[in-house]
């Protein structure tokens, strides 16, 4: 079971271009580079590219696993700092910064397969269950 | 031509618009949370609202920009000879939406900002968006970042 207070577990990602292609449909996203290699390659990208917002998806799903069911999310945020492709395999991870009464604050990061920074977010969640077994 | 697109969003600062999205209709969420590889649940995504680009029938394919995307992204202004990226985004999370729940949008430009990266001239576009329910109740806000260049 996770524990709380060593935070979330870590979560990789492999996205495909199946799994763009799916994602720009499912959010009626009509751009090119999210599903037509030989247009990203003339914005100077090796493949198609991850989009911003299922980077977000793959940041908060760490949160959203660990919370299980325990807590509510407040306030989430991210920054795409380099682009993903297919292929790619995307490790999120989490730690908790802060603890405030009910509310934890977490930053998160997503790392590639040659440890480069793709994403960084931060999360707080206000908590409504310890999580704990009763004794 | 950056420069250009810069002064004809300096007077959007501040606008607001208004659009109902109309429900959110759980297969679509369904199919939102299985494309985003995450655990299905009974209520949205969190990030679905703040995903979807668009919500209605959308414009025929004659009518999108040569990179594919739509008008309208920032209303008012045209986006067709830019390159556009999301920068990502920062959500308050007030009330939780519900598989159903009828959502009104109120976007407005926050800032713009024009800058001189190594690559050349840069845009950025900074938008508020306010989700709310049928009772007006806030459901999420979500203030993003766009990068023209």
């Not at chain 1, 290699?37 to 911003?52: H, I, K, N």
């Not at chain 1, 395999?89 to 793709?118: A, K, P, S, Y």
């Not at chain 2, 950056?2 to 208004?18: H, R």
Request: aromatic share 8%.
């Amino acid at each position: 079971m996770t524990d709380l207070l060593n935070g979330p577990d870590p979560l990789a990602f492999e996205p495909t271009s199946l799994q763009l292609f799916r994602f720009s449909a499912a959010t009626w996203n009509p751009h090119l580079i999210h599903y037509d290699s030989g247009y990203a390659e003339t914005e100077g990208y090796p493949d198609v590219l991850v989009q911003s917002h299922l980077h977000g998806c793959f940041l908060v799903e760490v949160v959203r696993r660990w919370i299980d069911g325990r807590g509510e999310l407040r306030h989430f945020s991210w920054r795409n700092r380099h682009f993903a492709v297919p292929g790619d395999v995307l490790t999120c991870t989490g730690r908790i910064v802060e603890t405030d009464g009910d509310l934890i604050t977490l930053e998160l990061e997503e790392r590639n397969q040659e440890d480069q920074v793709c994403a960084t977010g931060s999360a707080v969640v206000a908590m409504t269950s310890s999580g704990e077994e009763p004794s | 031509m950056i420069p250009e697109l810069y002064e004809q969003c300096l007077p959007l600062v501040g606008v607001s618009t208004t659009e109902h999205l109309g429900r959110i209709e759980p297969l679509a969420a369904q199919r939102f949370a299985v494309a985003a590889g995450a655990l299905q649940s009974d209520a949205p995504h969190p990030l679905l609202l703040s995903s979807v680009m668009g919500w209605h029938a959308g414009p025929d394919e004659s009518e999108l920009y040569p990179d594919g995307t739509a008008h309208g992204f920032v209303p008012g202004v045209p986006l067709e000879d830019v390159r556009l990226m999301g920068a990502g985004q920062d959500l308050e999370f007030h009330e939780q939406p519900r598989m159903g729940s009828e959502v009104t949008l109120e976007t407005t430009v926050s800032d713009v900002q024009l800058k001189h990266g190594r690559s050349g001239d840069l845009l950025l576009i900074h938008l508020t968006r306010r989700y709310t329910a049928a009772d007006g109740t806030l459901l999420t806000t979500c203030r993003e970042t766009f990068i023209a260049r």
